[in-house]
């Protein structure tokens, strides 16, 4: 099976990878296709941006960009890959490669084929048209096009505006547009990969017991979802294994149930699709999503590989501590319930024994009535937290009947506040329990200094993230009266 299929710009391409590890993008450019560039080899410039069809959820496709430099190209086996050639070509210019020419969207040109990429992904979205209204709002055109789908490409040189220019142009695909048609048909199904190379195995199992099985005999082995991590450990830190098994087309952690008693995220499904599915139903979620990265990262990051990685610093932790989350790991030998409160051991470990996964993140319900998730950063987008708070309180009658408050960044783990909790609970909603609450908040956690902040202004962000959250709520309850 050392053998990978791909359709890349509509043609059948067969290879016989060298390298387990080879991303796509070496392996496109390697194969002439060099309007995919390297700019930062961790997904944060978009300079290597691509179009992927993947399921839209209802039986058609939509074409999603990712980050090639992240992504091996073992994993797009049986997947049907776009670049920036496969839009147009000098003789006739794809309508986005058109309006950045018009608009003056492109200078030294390194960039510009990222963010011919990106913006086409976002042209060729369902709906984008509904959402037109004529007048230019702080990150929506006239035309509807959300300029977050830019968030994760930078241009050093010609500058944001015609940029946005160009995207704020368009107009809706032609009747004959290849690509547009496309999205009438299913998106290419999961594949079964085994790729044996010198510098490894690449294997994606067919099934969750076929992966649960191959984990158990090779404890050891790297799981991969989305990639957006390793990624980052291949590039940059050149870490090479003997085995790596993807799990992001497993079927079984694809799904998301909005019940009556839980909501439940499989593991391998990706924040863009959480964002898509819940559609603002959780308030909190949706106040962070936007927040995590960028569109490019989202497109492939999982909220189990968020998770998995254990990292301190993850925004995903803090708001699903706050949501009072509970994982449901799965190995051969059953499946146990874990509150994520209780899953963290220490910096990047947790109770996940070597034979297990998350299968799961359960979030029960009724959700909380006040809910805030505050990241602090150096920018406002696209950056990693020095400070992430998530609030999840239950004010009824100007009194706090319940609370639960996530932090990342304090500490070796995400942790719960819980000092500042108990505090809360049984309180009035009110000024004197907010800033004895805030004085609480700062010391909870152990917050060192080092290069994204110091730890006295850690401690302060935690402090004021509560009269922050206090302000917004009495701001909103005072528009409702």
Request: include cysteine; glycine fraction near 10%; charge should be negative.
């Amino acid at each position: 099976m050392d053998r990978l299929d791909l359709t890349v710009n509509g043609h059948q391409r067969t290879m016989v990878p060298d390298a387990a590890h080879t991303t796509a993008l070496d392996w496109l450019r390697n194969n002439g296709l060099t309007g995919c560039k390297e700019g930062c080899a961790e997904g944060e410039c978009g300079a290597c941006a691509v179009l992927v069809a993947q399921s839209d959820g209802d039986g058609g496709t939509t074409w999603t960009s990712i980050n090639a430099c992240l992504v091996p190209i073992a994993a797009l086996d049986g997947q049907e890959i776009i670049t920036s050639e496969g839009l147009g070509s000098p003789d006739k210019l794809h309508p986005v490669q058109e309006r950045m020419a018009v608009a003056g969207g492109s200078q030294c040109g390194y960039c510009t084929p990222g963010f011919v990429c990106s913006m086409a992904s976002e042209f060729y979205r369902r709906g984008r048209g509904a959402n037109a209204t004529g007048a230019t709002g702080e990150s929506h055109g006239p035309n509807g096009f959300d300029l977050h789908s830019l968030s994760g490409n930078l241009c050093r040189c010609t500058g944001y505006r015609p940029i946005r220019d160009a995207a704020y142009a368009l107009a809706e695909p032609d009747v004959d547009d290849a690509l547009a048609a496309r999205r009438d048909r299913p998106a290419p199904g999961p594949a079964l990969t085994d790729v044996q190379a010198p510098d490894g195995r690449f294997v994606r199992p067919a099934t969750l017991a076929d992966t649960l099985a191959l984990r158990a005999e090779n404890p050891l082995a790297v799981v991969v979802a989305g990639s957006t991590d390793w990624g980052v450990e291949v590039n940059i830190r050149g870490r090479r294994e003997r085995l790596v098994i993807a799990i992001d087309r497993l079927l079984e952690l694809g799904t998301i149930e909005f019940g009556d008693e839980f909501i439940e995220i499989g593991a391998a499904v990706s924040l863009s699709e959480v964002e898509r599915f819940l559609a603002g139903r959780v308030p909190l979620l949706a106040e962070l999503i936007p927040q995590f990265a960028s569109r490019l990262i989202r497109n492939r990051a999982t909220i189990g590989g968020n998770l998995g990685t254990g990292s301190p610093i993850g925004d995903l932790a803090p708001a699903l501590l706050a949501l009072d989350a509970r994982l449901v790991l799965a190995s051969p030998g059953g499946e146990r319930d874990v509150y994520l409160s209780e899953y963290f051991t220490g910096y990047r470990t947790s109770v996940l024994r070597p034979d297990e996964l998350i299968r799961l993140i359960r979030i029960p319900l009724p959700l909380a009535h006040l809910t805030g998730f505050h990241k602090i950063t150096k920018r406002r987008f696209d950056d990693i937290s020095s400070v992430a708070v998530a609030f999840a309180l239950d004010v009824r009658n100007g009194l706090v009947h319940d609370a639960r408050i996530g932090l990342g960044g304090v500490a070796a783990t995400p942790l719960r506040a819980r000092a500042t909790e108990a505090l809360l609970i049984g309180q009035p909603w009110g000024a004197q329990t907010v800033h004895r609450a805030a004085a609480s908040l700062a010391g909870e956690g152990t917050p060192m200094s080092d290069h994204r902040a110091s730890a006295e202004y850690r401690s302060i962000m935690l402090s004021q993230s509560i009269l922050k959250l206090f302000a917004q709520s009495t701001a909103t309850l005072g528009a409702r009266a």
